[in-house]
C-alpha cells in the first residue's frame, strides 16, 4: 500500500487564484497530523497481519521509501509554487514597464499636443512636432514635410510662397514608418519615422494620433496666417485707397475671400442716416449699386448684430444665391453700414470674431475715405475761390486796363498818332504778360496721375513740362531708394509743384535744379539761380497758382513727420528743401 504525495492530496492543491501563504500554511497545519495518522494505522493494522520477518521488511519498505517520497513530493510541490509565485511576479514587473513606457508616451503626447497649439507659424510647428514626436516614439529619426501653403503673390504682393516645408531631426533607422497628415481629404504632408528596431502596434497608433494632431495644428496655423494677412490687406486698403468704389471693391473682396464667399455687397448709411447699396458684386461677377434695401439689411442694422439671413432672404440681396451674413459697421457715431457676404453654403460660426474684427477695420476705412472725399471737395472750393479772386484781382483788372487803354488810343489817333502807338505797345505788354499768367494758371492746375505713373516717372514728366513751358533750364537728379505711401507721394509732388510754380511766378531765374534721392528718408531740394526774397516779408502769403503758401507747405510736410526749409536771400536765388521718412 503506497501514500498518496502530499501535493495531490484532497483540500492541499494549489490554486492558480489562492494567496500561496494561505496554502502553505494550511499544508503545515494538516499535514504532520496526516503522516501520524498514516504511521499509526500501518503499526496496528498493517504490521500485526505478518511474521516478524514480514514485518522487519514491511517496516524497512515504509520507512525507506514513504518517507523520501512523501518528503520529495512536498519539496516539489513547494518548489512549482514559489516559481509560480516568481512568474507572477516577473509579469507584475513585465506589465508595470509596460505601464510605465506607455504612461511616458502620453504624457509626451500630451505635451506634444500642448506645444503644437501655440506655434504662429508653420517653420516653428515643424521644430516643435518632429523633436515632439521623437520623444513620444522612441524614433531614431523623425522628418515631417508640408507641402505648398496655398498663398500666392497674385493673391497677396507681401506673402511668400513656400512650395514646400520639411524639418528632420536624428538619424534614418533601418525601419521606416510614415503617416500621411491630412484634413478634409485635402493632403498636408508627411510625417515619417524610422525606428532601429520594428516598432510594435501600440506606437504605430500613437504615430497615428500624432499625425491626426499634427494635421489638425497644421490647419489652426494656416488659419491664423491667414487672419493675419487678411487683417494686414484690409489694413493696407485703409492706409492707401481714398477711392469709395475701389475701397469697397478691396475690402469686401478681403473678407470674402477669407471664408469663401462668391458674393459680397457693401450699404452706407447717407447724410440723411440712409442705408443705401454702395456696392455689390454679385457671383457671375456683376457689379452693381443703388436699389431698394433688402429686408435682411435693414433687420440687421436694426440689430446692431452679425445675422444669418434666410434663403429668402439671401436671394433678395444676390439672385441665385442660398446663404447670406450680414456684419454691421459700427463707428462713434452710430451706424456706417453693413457689408454682406453670400455663399453657397452656411458660414462657420467660429469665424465670427474675426470677421466682426474686419468688419470694424472696414468702418474705419470708410470713414477714412470719406474723410479724403470731404477734405478734398473742401480744397477744390477752396482753390476755386482763390482762382476767382485771383482772376478777379489780377486777369480781369489788367484786362480791364487794357480795354480803358484802348479806348483812349481810340481817342489819340486823329491828334498823336505817336502817343496812340505808345499806347498799344504797352497794351499789348500787358495782354502778353496776362497771357503767361493764365498758362502758368493752367500748368499748375493740370492734374497729375501719381496713381498710374508713380512718383518718380510724373516727376520727369512734370519737370520736363516746365522747363518747355517757361523756357526755363531744368536740371533734374534722381537717385536712391525711393517707395513712399501713396499719401506721401501726393505730399512730395505737390511741395515739388509749388515750389516750381513760384518759381515761374516770382523767381525770374534762368535756370532750377530738382534733386529727388531717398535712403532713410526722402529728400527734395529745389533751387534755383532767380532774384530772391526776403523770408519775413512773404512766409505767411499764399502763392498764385498752386494755393499754398510756404507756411502751409511746412505744415503739410511736418503732419507727416518730415521738415520743410527754404533758403533765400534778394539778387542770391531760393533753395527749398523737405525731407520725409520712408519705412
Excluded at 503673390?153 to 510662397?161: F, I, K, T, W
Excluded at 491664423?224 to 492707401?240: G, P
Excluded at 475690402?251 to 455687397?265: D, K
Aim: aromatic share 4%; with cysteine; net charge negative.
Amino acid at each position: 500500500m503506497s501514500l498518496p504525495p502530499a501535493a495531490s492530496s484532497p483540500g492541499l492543491e494549489h490554486h492558480p487564484g489562492q494567496p500561496l501563504s494561505r496554502t502553505v500554511l494550511l499544508t503545515r497545519n494538516v499535514l504532520p497530523l496526516l503522516i501520524a495518522l498514516v504511521v499509526i494505522a500501518y503499526e496496528e493494522l498493517f504490521i500485526p497481519l505478518g511474521d516478524a520477518s514480514f514485518g522487519h521488511l514491511a517496516h524497512l519498505a515504509f520507512y525507506g521509501l514513504a518517507g523520501p517520497l512523501v518528503t520529495f513530493f512536498t519539496i516539489q510541490w513547494i518548489a512549482e509554487g514559489v516559481q509560480a509565485r516568481e512568474q507572477a511576479e516577473q509579469e507584475l514587473r513585465r506589465l508595470y514597464a509596460e505601464l510605465s513606457a506607455s504612461h511616458e508616451r502620453m504624457s509626451a503626447l500630451q505635451h506634444l499636443m500642448r506645444e503644437v497649439s501655440e506655434p504662429a507659424d508653420l517653420e516653428t510647428l515643424l521644430e516643435v512636432a518632429v523633436s515632439g514626436a521623437q520623444a513620444a516614439t522612441g524614433a531614431a529619426s523623425v522628418q515631417a514635410r508640408l507641402r505648398g501653403n496655398g498663398y500666392s503673390s497674385a493673391e497677396h504682393p507681401q506673402a511668400r510662397r513656400s512650395e514646400g516645408l520639411s524639418r528632420q531631426l536624428g538619424e534614418p533607422g533601418r525601419y521606416q514608418v510614415s503617416e500621411a497628415l491630412r484634413a478634409g481629404g485635402e493632403a498636408l504632408g508627411e510625417l515619417s519615422l524610422s525606428f532601429a528596431e520594428p516598432p510594435s502596434s501600440d506606437t504605430r497608433e500613437l504615430i497615428q494620433a500624432i499625425g491626426s494632431e499634427l494635421s489638425s495644428a497644421v490647419i489652426s496655423t494656416q488659419r491664423r496666417t491667414r487672419d493675419l494677412i487678411t487683417l494686414f490687406e484690409v489694413d493696407q486698403s485703409i492706409r492707401a485707397e481714398r477711392n469709395m468704389q475701389r475701397l469697397l471693391a478691396r475690402v469686401t473682396g478681403n473678407i470674402a475671400g477669407r471664408v469663401q464667399a462668391t458674393a459680397r455687397a457693401a450699404f452706407l448709411t447717407d447724410q440723411d442716416g440712409l442705408l443705401r447699396l454702395e456696392y455689390a458684386r454679385d457671383p457671375g461677377g456683376e457689379i452693381r449699386s443703388g436699389g431698394a434695401l433688402p429686408a435682411f439689411v435693414r433687420r440687421v442694422a436694426e440689430l446692431g448684430q452679425p445675422g444669418v439671413a434666410s434663403p429668402q432672404e439671401a436671394a433678395e440681396v444676390f439672385p441665385g444665391v442660398r446663404a447670406a451674413l450680414g456684419l454691421p459697421m459700427h463707428g462713434e457715431g452710430g451706424l456706417v453700414g453693413v457689408i454682406v457676404l453670400g455663399g453657397e453654403g452656411p458660414f462657420e460660426k467660429e469665424r465670427a470674431p474675426l470677421l466682426a474684427l474686419l468688419a470694424s477695420q472696414a468702418t474705419l476705412a470708410v470713414r477714412n475715405a470719406r474723410a479724403y472725399l470731404y477734405s478734398e471737395e473742401l480744397a477744390i472750393g477752396e482753390e476755386r475761390n482763390r482762382i476767382a479772386r485771383e482772376i478777379h484781382d489780377g486777369v480781369a483788372q489788367s484786362l480791364a486796363f487794357c480795354a480803358i487803354k484802348l479806348d483812349v488810343v481810340a481817342r489819340q489817333i486823329p491828334n498823336s498818332p505817336e502817343q496812340a502807338v505808345l499806347g498799344v505797345q504797352e497794351a499789348g505788354a500787358l495782354l502778353r504778360e496776362q497771357i503767361r499768367e493764365v498758362r502758368r494758371s493752367i500748368f499748375a492746375l493740370r492734374p497729375i496721375d501719381l496713381e498710374r505713373y508713380g512718383l518718380l516717372e510724373t516727376v520727369r514728366r512734370y519737370v520736363l513740362d516746365f522747363g518747355e513751358q517757361h523756357s526755363v533750364k531744368v536740371q533734374l537728379d534722381i537717385g536712391g531708394d525711393i517707395h513712399l505711401a501713396p499719401g506721401d507721394e501726393a505730399v512730395v509732388f505737390r511741395i515739388l509743384q509749388e515750389s516750381l510754380n513760384n518759381v515761374a511766378k516770382h523767381a525770374r531765374a534762368g535756370s532750377v535744379t530738382v534733386r529727388l534721392t531717398g535712403n532713410h528718408s526722402v529728400k527734395l531740394a529745389v533751387e534755383d539761380d532767380g532774384q530772391g526774397f526776403d523770408l519775413s516779408q512773404v512766409s505767411g502769403r499764399v502763392s498764385s497758382a498752386g494755393g499754398l503758401g510756404l507756411t502751409q507747405m511746412r505744415e503739410r510736410i511736418e503732419s507727416r513727420g518730415g521738415s520743410y526749409r527754404v533758403e533765400s536771400e534778394p539778387g542770391r536765388g531760393t533753395r527749398i528743401e523737405a525731407r520725409l521718412p520712408q519705412g
